[in-house]
């Protein structure tokens, strides 16, 4: 049972550049989020997805997009590199409507921009 | 400004002492959780409290949920040098998603 998957570990982008965080996940979860974690500030949350066709905003959610064309599939797009996005970034997910499903981390992805 | 607060962010504890750690949460939610994360690894969940006066226990962690004072406590008994990690608690905002504190970070010594 693989959970939540995430690639890439390591990444490094210049100013300007854009790229694709994927996740995946094997677990049939309704429920998958983007979180970004910094130092001293806990983790984030920049997009969420209750389902297939449907994303929201979170807490932080400029200068990303995402969309949901599956289940199992929530990939995170970064627009235009900018050195605050430099950061470690989980995908999560769990059961929309149980009250006792704690998220499932993937094992993040961490991004430098110079 | 909405946040969850932790408390202490950093501690250092000897082997075999007991210490507890606070997480001050904002909104009115019954439900807050733990999460353990060891260094450069992903968060495992530790506890799911859904509701007031809620006690869990798992080996030497202890987490408990007072919702009328919004005040969730994580106590450790006994510590021991495998408990060394950062640990998160987080609220239930809607649905699924969740505030985070900031996270305390445990280092136990021999």
């Known amino acids: 049972n693989a959970g939540v998957t995430q690639t890439p570990k390591f990444q490094v982008l210049k100013t300007g550049q854009s790229m694709t965080l994927q996740c995946a996940q094997d677990?049939?979860?309704?429920?998958m989020s983007w979180y970004r974690q910094d130092p001293g500030m806990g983790l984030r949350l920049i997009h969420y997805?209750?389902?297939?066709?449907?994303?929201d905003q979170g807490e932080v959610p400029n200068g990303y997009n995402v969309s949901r064309s599956t289940t199992e599939d929530f990939p995170l797009r970064l627009l235009s590199a900018a050195p605050s996005q430099t950061s470690v970034y989980f995908c999560?997910?769990?059961?929309?409507?149980?009250?006792?499903?704690?998220?499932?981390f993937g094992n993040g992805t961490r991004l430098t921009v110079t | 400004e909405l946040k969850v607060e932790q408390n202490p962010l950093f501690l250092s504890m000897q082997e075999g002492k007991n210490y507890t750690i606070y997480c001050n949460y904002s909104?009115?939610?019954?439900?807050l959780y733990w999460y353990r994360q060891d260094p450069g690894k992903s968060l495992e969940s530790l506890f799911v409290l859904l509701s007031n006066g809620a006690v869990k226990q798992e080996g030497r962690l202890m987490a408990s949920l007072d919702t009328k004072a919004r005040l969730s406590t994580l106590h450790i008994t006994a510590a021991v040098h495998d408990l060394s990690a950062t640990y998160f608690c987080a609220e239930s905002i809607s649905n699924n998603d969740m505030r985070f504190g900031a996270g305390t970070r445990l280092t136990v010594k021999p």
């Open positions: 997805s209750v389902g297939a066709g449907i994303t």
């Open positions: 677990m049939n979860h309704e429920y």
């Open positions: 999560a997910s769990s059961y929309v409507g149980s009250y006792n499903s704690p998220l499932h």
């Open positions: 909104t009115t939610s019954d439900r």
